[in-house]
């Protein structure tokens, strides 16, 4: 069965060419950034089987249409040769004209499921590889002719056997997207207290954890009938499963973490009350395993696909921040950890994947706005010279730095001059001349109130020639701009005569 | 127990402003009770779901999905870092490093005389350069004492005609001979078709200047769609002969409409000067709004 314990290319699209790997890649993004937009951003996926992980080469399958019809009629024969006949169906399954001919056929479905239930332990192994085949399709018609098949399969997760749960799994996972018809069938054949139980039972075998997180996270994209779907998760054992699966293993790998970690996500982001994923630590555990994993990354133990357990998680926190109280926030020494590792990721993620560091850096916004000492965190850390430094870099990520910035000369006045020691000012001298309007407004803002601390930074703004680019600012095309310039050269210019008297 | 603000992420800056505003009151922002319109607090910031922040990460989460995910750095564009523009009225030079724009201000825009645009490569070369060619008192002075300031600093010797100047510079400070910052003035023309043979325009035509200076290009051509304006500094008729150079009729006129005061500083200061009636730099078609 197919394993993540690296991510690696699949071999199933037959590339020999990393080139067309490229092109294929590329292709696939345009059509998922196009499906984003439209709301419909769905994936399926598809297990390998043993043979051709070992091989390395997938099956190559013929025409399949007219072997479908005539395995069909052996396999209604009956006989000892049923797997063979059911093997062959699977991999002729793989084709889409096969899969067309194989409803087409009368009792089909009828067929395999009763192969799927049946007294053949292996014979059900391979009924169920069939359905796979089919549910993966892109074809509505297709998966959704698989529905007689679920009620069986949803008692099949709390089963004991993992190879064959698993299948169940991802065949349901697969089926969850297709309709909402299919959808609402499937809750109302129980298909939440199906995953729990199944989490629960196996939640030692993180092949069958990663099925169900990857199943759950299918029913939580949908955009229908959400909040009824987040009200019997949450009633569930779910949470708690999903929370104490946020972990890398050392042997598994992040398959697990990730899948989990999603469905939190979606959790999360879909719904305002946040209480019970609070009570239930989600927040502090998120905050822990960015910090190990930041940890990891300051010793060079990079985790190939890493970044895809550290995004659902720094959404977690950036969402589930607003919901805790701040007395909360600071009695746990792990959110000033969090502070640094934020900052790690920064860095680490600036230039080979400047969304994430977006993304990181809006959760340093979230975490100094809310939290006073989160604010000290970042300086006695020595972290402003860090954030000083990324400035200059567009993309939105210097806006962020700088409302963090901002958060800590409002919420830590005494600060402010250690942070102009540290060169906030001459750098806002900078940021001041830019181009990017909110950069120029939060500057000024910025200016505002470090001007109000002390004369002595009224000076030194003034030693660094700052009042020659307020006058130019008097200038900017935008109105709000112009005033705060205006209202700032008066002030300086109050300064000035106070001196000369 | 105060909580932050928190905003959707639709348009935070927004948020901290009123979104609303009519273009007529666009530039009044409402101003706080202590009358500042300063409004920054610390926000925190709700994404849901579908937001655009969110895309890439969605997108490489469905990659992997579809196992296409890669960790490597491929097509990856490089980071790209704000830009800084020129902010002088007709310069649309943006630069992406401060080192670059600050190199460009200094060299075309920094030190320049607001009367002929003329651009010169320090303050106290501009010093100079008004004082002779655009100071009318000078003009008196120079007729009786030496005026005319050696260009090297700390010499301090003063001869009573540029050419002078020019020969001692050449002689003793070994510049070249066609220096480009002491160009002697020229014959200027009579305008008199203008009915105004009192009055000597002692602005520079700056087509004259562009073709001996090369770094006013910048300058120059921002400046000739402005309508003409005369400056109308009176002189005595008997003092014109002795102000070499006349310059030809302006095809550009000066950037602003000062009041003429003969002693009126036209150097663009470097240091702002405060207060009402200094010389406010860079007015071009937008003034200054209150």
Redesign the interface.
Known sequence: MWRLNK?H??S??HQNNIDE??L???E??RA??QA?RD?Q?V???LLLYEEEEQTGVTMETASGEQDVVSLLLKLQRGGTEKEIHLKALSKVLRESSAQLSFIKQENSMHLLVGLLTGSDAQCRLLAVRCLHELSYSPNTSVASACMPATPYLLTFLSGPTTKFTETCLYTLGNLCPVSEAVKEKLLAQGIIPALASCMENQRYNLAVVEAVG?TLSQLLQATGAIQKIISMVMCSSLPTYLVSFLTPDSEFGLGAA?ECA?CLH?LV??SEDHQELLARGALLHCSSELVSLSGAVTQGHKE??M??LV??LL?IV??L??SC???DLDKNTVFTLLVDALCVFLQAY???????A??TA?VL??L???STECCSAVVTLNLVSPLIQL??????I?TMVL?IL??IV??KKELCVQLVQLGLLSALC??L????Q??V??S???L??LLLTSPQVKEEFLREGG??IL??I??NDE??I???A??L?DQ??LT?QQHTI | ?S??E?YPFDN??AAS?NSEQDPTE????QLSEDG???????????????HD???????????????????E????TT???????C?I?GCSA?FS??GE?EHHYNSLHRNVCSSCRRCLPSARLLDIHIQEWHDSLFAVLAQKQDMYLCLVEGCGQKFRTGKQRKDHLIRIHKYPPDFRFDKLKKERGNKGGRGQEQKVKVIEAVNDVCESEGVCEVLCNPMSDQPEEEESMEICEKEAPLMEDMPSPVQDSEVNALPLNPQYSRRIP???C??HGSS???R?Q?G???
Request: proline letters at 5%; one cysteine or more; hydrophobic letters at 30%.
């Open positions: 991510i290319h699949k199933r699209w790997l490229r294929r890649r590329r696939q993004e998922l950034r984003r709301r951003l994936s399926k996926r990857f990730i999603w979606y982001c879909s190939d696909g970044e895809l995004c659902p959404r950036g969402n921040l607003p109280l701040v007395e600036l230039s080979s994947s400047p969304s994430l977006r993304e809006w916004n979230n100094t706005a809310h400035l200059p870099v567009s993309h939105g210097n409302r901002a958060n409002s919420k900078s940021t001349k830019m181009a990017d909110e950069m407004t939060l000024l803002e910025v505002y109130m009042a020659s006058e130019i008097q200038y109105g709000e112009r005033q705060k205006s209202y050269v300086l210019l000035q | 127990m909580r932050p928190v935070i800056s402003r666009a530039s009044r922002q500042h319109p300063f409004s920054f607090s610390p926000q925190i910031v709700r994404l849901h779901r579908e922040m969110f895309e890439d990460g969605d997108i490489h989460r469905h990659l992997y999905l579809q196992d296409l995910y890669t960790s750095a491929e097509d990856r980071l790209s870092v704000s830009e800084f523009p902010h009225s943006q490093s401060l724009y470097k240091t702002v405060f207060g406010r730099s860079f071009g937008r200054r709004k209150k």
